[in-house]
């Protein structure tokens, strides 16, 4: 044991990306170093230009340490949108490879390409669909149902930075060492000591850790809150859906999480203290990993989908100026989704040789999913229908998820049969079909919910013009990337395959990397949209905080609304209470009584007990164990010490409330109500015209 | 739409020759059946998706804002009969499809044996990195990358993997099951007619995952028989020996044969009886750290 090694563990020379693109500058090697350039000059560049703005102070007092859910939603769509840069970008190289490849090496290596669709996968779930759900949820559920905050403030800081951590790390294996080739499930006995020594399947494992850890946490405080700090009156058959669907999306993370956590720690006990949980001898089944795998692996999706799903309830039902149709049949879906997901997850492997009457029951369990999906589809096509439909951009995204989620439904039957199954599993069919779920699913979702409630976070809205580029780009360049891997797949096309052999596949990968270059230039119209949005903030304000004349509580307060979000925490009488408030008058009126509101002070205990956890993990990888017992007592000692804390609240004095509210309802008083075919026009300051 | 467009715009490029690699044109009855399956099951699920691709742009276009004609009803949510449609006849296709569910997959179990007056050849299958090795116990001849039977008899296949979990697919012929170490698995398949196949292996296993596919030869029973002939003829003998430089990582440029088999090596192989030649290559790896 040398100086240097109790220092710096197995971290060597070699280890840096740069340094090896020095010995081996092939194409793959630059492309490599490319990236690690573009990680260390991007964080180079974000911390010059804060340094130049001197805005360090602003970010730490108004952001890292704030413990209020909509700064910490903010921060995880922040988040989330640095990682589905980077995670699109590696999926434009895949395709790009594919699309050359074909009888030749192509530009990235057998071991580099398998880095990308491992990271690609890692990230696109852990690091941009869950940090973008829980950063919707966290910023408007609260506003929904009349809470002032989550439950648990502090804790929600601790996910977020858990969730950061673990981005840290996905970027951090661009520029020291490697990630993994074991792809984003990671299966064993590929991702043991055995057959992959070095630190991949490490950085894998930990960071997945830190997600994990940190969604558990956010589920566990997000269905508190659902169950303890609704607004009086606000029954469960009161909750808007898109809360219902936090509900069962916390409780599907408090259940399925566990055992991902849990296979993880037992994969890095092989690795790291020579047990035999999952190794092919001495005992080892890799079957065990594959199953507490998917028993998280399938709920999982149903955590990307149902916020979505809520989502869409939301805005078609807004932008139709309607009622929901059939919410009581949309809960019940949406629980029996929930239910359900936990009886599936045998269809992801029906290959591995165990019975055929298994197969069938999981195979019908699957498809019994479709029932309740279909049931919520028809419920958003009912809500259209006898509405005043707005076709913009959410709803444009809305129409196209319905149009093209049905495809993947259909994708999805049949890969739930295990006979079809035996043929498409582990081809491009599974690809397209997961992609055909999650990218008009998932992310469409995210968009439409984006565009809905931006204004009311920001205070203005967000820009027509570039909304439908990005819409018909996402659209039209999934269809033009999957449909593709569909055919490629019939053809039995082994997924993650770095070379092809048969020319006749080239026009399929082509039209695929066209695809995949359109929704690059989607994510880049989203981006624009928000720079040409910002710059013309001055005529899309709307102050008054209504623009969309929508019906839940979180319309009810002014656009941004104040950091305790209600002046008075509101009654609800009845489903869509602030739809019903507006139209007997009682929408803009001042509080009887206004009271001190109590709220958790800034805190830097989240931080330091995400960034421990993280330096903990990162020593981990690198068998750097001071670093890794340093951050583990400055994690413990945060928390141990934070618990003895008295002094974390502060009150803002019920003059203040009164004063903030007087000015809003003022501002209201001034504003001119407008009809909803002025919505897109400078007219709209956020006052509604009741329309009946 | 675009699903046509692209079909329309390829088959002008190549032909939709790209299916013509896979299960949609097989050959044997396994793959048939498994192909009846897919385009009945998407047959009923077009059926069924149909009405949303149809109704969803059209109700939301007709009743857009610009339409004054269209009615307007704000507080209507629920109707009965709606509720009836969207739930009844979702489950009434759902029990549809499951009775055909169970009866396919019990049909085309891959363990269960495919009826046949001949009774079918064995060969037991072990994947290694990056090849698969098939062994034919009664003929006592083995080959590597090549996979040659005689058609319309059925083959029934044992599956093991001398190293990493891997997933054995014939995309024309019949598919997948996993092979896994300490483990078999088993597969059957019959080939109709002669001819020229191939098959890979579906779960990636490291650098030399894409070139682990081999060629599938279904041939007539009298030049099977000469061909066996001739194998057994070949000086190689697979033995632990061979099993273990066999087993080291590499990706071979053609197959090769062996002329006789030590008895008994697949259930060595089973049990890991037998040292594996990428332990002393991953040792190497692991001390390189990186």
Redesign the interface.
């Known amino acids: 044991m040398t100086f240097w090694h109790i220092l710096l563990g197995r971290l060597t020379w070699t280890s840096i990306a740069f340094v090896r693109t020095w010995r081996d500058p092939t194409i793959s090697g630059i492309i490599g170093g490319g990236a690690a350039a573009v990680a260390v000059g991007g964080a180079v560049v974000v911390l010059a230009l804060l340094t130049y703005l001197r805005a360090w102070r602003y970010l730490w007092t108004e952001w890292m340490t704030s413990l209020d859910h909509k700064k910490i939603g903010i921060m995880y769509m922040v988040v989330a949108g640095v990682m589905l840069t980077r995670a699109l970008i590696e999926a434009v190289v895949m395709r790009t490879q594919q699309a050359i490849a074909i009888n030749n090496q192509g530009i990235v290596a057998p071991a580099h390409f398998a880095e990308l669709f491992t990271t690609h996968g890692t990230i696109m779930i852990f690091f941009v669909g869950m940090p973008l759900l829980i950063g919707l949820m966290n910023y408007v559920m609260p506003l929904q149902i009349g809470a002032r905050d989550v439950a648990f403030p502090y804790m929600n800081s601790i996910s977020l930075w858990l969730t950061i951590g673990g981005g840290i790390m996905l970027m951090a294996s661009l520029v020291i060492g490697k990630f993994s080739t074991g792809g984003w499930s990671g299966y064993p006995p590929y991702t043991e000591l055995a057959f992959n020594g070095g630190v991949g399947p490490d950085y894998w494992i930990w960071s997945v850790s830190l997600s994990s850890l940190g969604a558990l946490m956010t589920g566990i405080n997000f269905a508190v809150t659902v169950y303890k700090l609704r607004a009086p009156g606000m029954t469960w058959m009161r909750l808007p859906l898109f809360t219902w669907t936090t509900l069962c999306t916390s409780i599907l993370m408090i259940f399925a999480v566990p055992p991902l956590t849990i296979a993880t720690l037992l994969l890095a006990a092989d690795r790291y203290l020579g047990m035999h949980f999952f190794t092919n001898d001495l005992g080892g089944n890799m079957m065990n990993f594959v199953n507490l795998f998917w028993l998280f692996g399938h709920p999982e999706v149903y955590i990307l989908i149902l916020p979505p799903f809520g989502v869409y309830s939301e805005v078609v039902s807004a932008y139709s100026s309607k009622e929901l149709y059939g919410y009581t049949s949309l809960v019940i879906a949406t629980m029996a989704i929930a239910i359900l997901s936990f009886t599936v997850w045998l269809h992801h492997f029906f290959t591995m040789g165990q019975s055929a009457p298994i197969n069938a029951f999981f195979g019908i369990a699957t498809m019994l999913i479709g029932i309740p999906t279909g049931v919520k589809i028809y419920d958003w096509i009912w809500t259209m229908f006898w509405g005043e439909v707005r076709l913009n951009t959410a709803m444009l995204f809305s129409i196209g998820f319905m149009v093209t989620f049905v495809i993947g439904g259909m994708s999805g039957i049949i890969l739930a049969t295990p006979p079809v199954d035996y043929m498409v599993h582990n081809t491009l069919f599974l690809i397209a079909h997961f992609h055909n779920m999650l990218i008009p699913g998932m992310l469409f979702g995210v968009i439409a919910g984006y565009y809905y409630w931006f204004p009311k976070a920001f205070g203005f809205r967000l820009s027509e013009t570039w909304g439908r580029r990005a819409f018909y780009c996402w659209f039209f360049g999934f269809y033009l990337a999957f449909m593709p891997l569909y055919v490629m797949g019939l053809g039995g096309v082994a997924r993650r395959s770095q070379e092809l052999f048969d020319p006749a596949l080239r026009p399929w990968t082509l039209i695929a990397e066209f695809g995949a270059l359109l929704l690059l230039t989607g994510l880049a119209c989203i981006f624009i949209q928000l720079y040409v949005s910002i710059r013309e903030r001055h005529s899309t304000r709307v102050p008054v905080g209504d623009p969309w004349d929508a019906r839940g509580l979180e319309w009810s307060m002014s656009a941004p609304p104040p950091e305790y979000n209600f002046a008075t925490i509101p009654q609800v009488s009845r489903r869509d209470a602030f739809y019903w408030r507006k139209k007997y008058d009682g929408a803009y009126q001042p509080a009887d009584h206004y009271r001190d509101i109590e709220l958790p002070k800034n805190s830097m205990c989240g931080i330091l007990v995400g960034m421990g956890l993280t330096a903990c993990f990162f020593g981990f990888v690198w068998h750097i164990w001071w670093l890794a017992f340093l951050g583990f007592a400055i994690a413990l000692g945060t928390a141990i010490t934070r618990s003895f804390m008295r002094d974390v609240k502060r009150i803002i004095p019920a003059e203040e409330v009164a004063a903030h509210d007087r000015r809003w309802l003022d501002r209201a008083a001034a504003a001119r109500p407008i009809s909803r075919h002025l919505e897109l026009t400078p007219e709209n300051e956020g006052l509604a015209k009741w329309q009946g | 739409m ?2 046509v467009f ?2 329309i ?2 088959t002008s ?12 044109a097989p050959a044997g009855p396994i ?1 048939h ?2 192909r009846h ?2 385009f009945f ?2 047959a009923v ?2 059926v ?2 149909g009405p ?2 149809l ?3 059209l ?3 007709h ?3 610009a339409n004054t004609k ?10 009965w009969i ?2 009836g ?3 009844v006849p ?2 009434l296709i ?1 029990i549809f ?2 009775v055909f ?2 009866q ?9 044996p495919i009826p046949s007056k001949l009774p079918p050849l064995q060969v037991d299958v072990v994947s290694l990195d990056w090849k698969w090795l098939f062994i034919y116990p009664t003929l006592h001849i083995a080959s590597v990358n090549q996979l040659i039977v005689p058609a319309d008899r059925p083959i029934q296949m044992h599956l093991t993997s001398g ?3 891997q ?1 054995l ?1 014939m ?2 012929l ?5 092979a ?4 078999e ?2 597969l059957h398949i019959l080939i109709s007619k002669p001819g020229n196949y ?1 098959g ?11 070139h682990q ?1 081999f060629q599938v030869m279904g041939i007539t029973p009298q030049d099977f028989d000469r061909w066996v002939a001739h194998t057994q003829q070949t000086p190689k003998t697979l033995d632990s020996e061979a099993y273990t430089s066999l087993s080291r990582q590499s990706i071979l440029p053609q197959p090769i044969t062996f002329g006789n088999v030590e008895p008994g090596i697949f259930s060595k192989i089973v049990h ?1 009886m037998i040292p594996l030649g ?2 002393a290559q ?1 040792e190497k ?2 001390s ?3």
């Open positions: 675009t699903t692209i079909c715009a390829a490029l190549s032909g939709c020759s790209v299916l013509r690699r896979g299960f949609l793959a059946a498994e399956e897919f099951v998407g699920m077009l069924v998706i949303v691709i109704l969803a742009p109700i939301a276009w009743y857009r804002l269209s009615a307007f009803r704000p507080q209507w949510g629920f109707s709606l509720e449609l969207i739930w979702p489950t759902v499809l499951a569910l169970v396919r997959t019990e049909q085309l179990d891959p363990y269960r190293t990493v979990m997933s697919l995309p024309r019949a598919g997948q099951i996993y896994m170490a300490g483990m698995t088993q191939w890979e292996n579906a779960q990636y296993d490291g650098d030399g995952f894409v596919k890991q990428y332990a991953h790896a692991k390189n750290g990186g």
